[in-house]
């Protein structure tokens, strides 16, 4: 088989299975803050109750994030040597800042998150929650910059260094500040709140179908809808802001997003639908002249197509085209979801409804999906680049490493990821079926 597609399809396992858990923690580290600080403001104990619960589930998928996401580190020195040569400068220092400012705050300031309930005051425990919380907010800006520099590559030069070449920083804060940074960041996070809301609702579903910790459930349920609207609908907000800097920047990556062809025309949004890129037609139902109304303002606006650039330099339309518009299908969804959440909650009836606690108890599965498919929709929409108009993927592969080595590296990888998924979804199983502690907890010695 292609090294060059055994190569990505490896980077694309680990990295889908890592990105299950950084969302999760992100949004339900802001979820803690929240329910913290109403048994600070209240003193009611029924939030430390379930900031106790929540802490602990948090603890196990933090564990497991940072464990998946070591490895992929590891193939950047591996799979991708001539890429790595290349981008090392600005990754460095984007992942260095990562770990010295975000990843060790975070990590410092667990051990008093997990533990450190019956040993500090309360509003230091809650300062500490604070800290995590921002710590995974902040640790998501260095990873999106270094992944936005690849998409809308500025603030460096490139110059020759050994047999190739290497982008150098010349303005730290360009690399930075890219022009897609701001807006990547935005639905980066959205994404995430949107996981961490829907887990909780999930859980909390589960438990008043199952009548078992109602008074908990029914708190952070109402939390978690609140959360889940305003991140739906703010998910909307950014990922117009993102597709509209993407239409400047990555003409080619918004044609495939809705399969349109023609070099310069008026192009219209699909509501679904299938791209032949050999035929160069795109057949499905759709909206005339929205792309172009969404992009220029102007429904008769012409929008940049794929035959404007030779067909070496397309992404795979069809490919583009169908997670973009699962993304963007799920994505509505959630917010139907979530004003139906906060109606039947202003109603009085969100904790009752037996038919909407069993769509909330899998609607956990669909931020997930849509961040899944949002990533690959703007990795694969880049294509055939690594770095956008720098560096072609099949330019930047280890010359060493042969199909068959990357062959059973990726079985072995399938295998423990496997594995670990099993027994994350063990765990997780447990803590949930033991759910949190009900009655009053033991605080001695302790003032709000």
């Not at 196990?60 to 090392?88: C, D, H, K, P």
């Not at 996981?195 to 579903?205: C, E, L, N, Q, R």
């Not at 993407?246 to 025309?265: C, M, N, R, S, Y």
Request: proline share 4%; with cysteine; aromatic share 14%.
């Amino acid at each position: 088989m292609d090294l060059e597609i055994l190569s990505r399809v490896q980077f694309g396992l680990t990295i889908g299975f890592h990105y299950i858990f950084p969302p999760m923690s992100i949004g339900l580290a802001l979820i803690l803050v929240i329910m913290e600080g109403i048994y600070l403001k209240t003193g009611n104990l029924l939030y430390h109750q379930m900031t106790r619960f929540w802490v602990k589930i948090f603890g196990l998928i933090f564990a497991l994030g940072v464990a998946t996401g070591i490895v992929m580190e590891f193939q950047f020195g591996t799979n991708w040597a001539t890429y790595s040569r290349f981008v090392g400068d600005v990754f460095g220092s984007a992942l260095a800042a990562e770990g010295i400012f975000a990843f060790f705050l975070e990590s410092g300031f667990l051990a008093i998150l997990l533990f450190g309930w019956d040993k500090v005051k309360p509003r230091t425990h809650f300062i500490a929650t604070i800290l995590v919380a921002f710590g995974a907010h902040f640790s998501a800006i260095w990873i999106v910059v270094a992944n936005s520099w690849q998409q809308t590559p500025t603030g460096h030069h490139v110059v020759a260094f050994g047999d190739g070449m290497r982008a150098e920083i010349v303005d730290f804060w360009q690399v930075v500040f890219n022009p897609s940074f701001l807006d990547r960041i935005g639905h980066v996070y959205m994404g995430a709140w949107q996981a961490g809301a829907f887990f909780v609702i999930s859980v909390s579903a589960f438990y008043l179908l199952r009548k078992k910790h109602i008074e908990q459930a029914k708190g952070a349920i109402k939390i978690a809808v609140i959360v889940a609207l305003f991140a739906s609908v703010m998910q909307l907000v950014t990922g117009h802001s993102s597709a509209s800097t993407v239409a400047e920047t990555q003409p080619a990556k918004l044609a495939a997003f809705e399969g349109h062809f023609p070099a310069d025309a008026p192009a219209g949004a699909y509501l679904f639908g299938w791209v032949d890129d050999d035929a160069e037609k795109t057949y499905g139902l759709e909206i005339p002249g929205f792309l172009s109304f969404l992009v220029h303002g102007d429904a008769d606006a012409p929008v940049t197509g794929l035959k404007a650039f030779p067909p070496e330099d397309r992404p795979p339309a069809n490919l583009v085209f169908q997670s973009y518009h699962i993304m963007v299908a799920i994505g509505m969804t959630l917010i139907l979801l979530s004003l139906i959440g906060v109606y039947h909650w202003w109603r009085k009836r969100l904790c009752t409804n037996q038919w909407l606690l069993w769509i909330f108890i899998f609607s956990v599965l669909l931020p997930q999906i849509a961040n899944q498919m949002g990533w690959f929709t703007a990795e694969v929409g880049r294509q055939p680049w690594i770095v956008y108009g720098l560096l072609r993927t099949s330019d930047a592969l280890s010359s060493s490493v042969e199909p068959g080595q990357v062959i059973l590296s990726l079985i072995m990888f399938t295998l423990i990821y496997l594995l670990l998924f099993v027994l994350f979804i063990y765990l997780l199983n447990e803590k949930i079926q033991h759910g949190p502690v009900d009655g009053k907890p033991q605080i001695e010695g302790r003032k709000v």
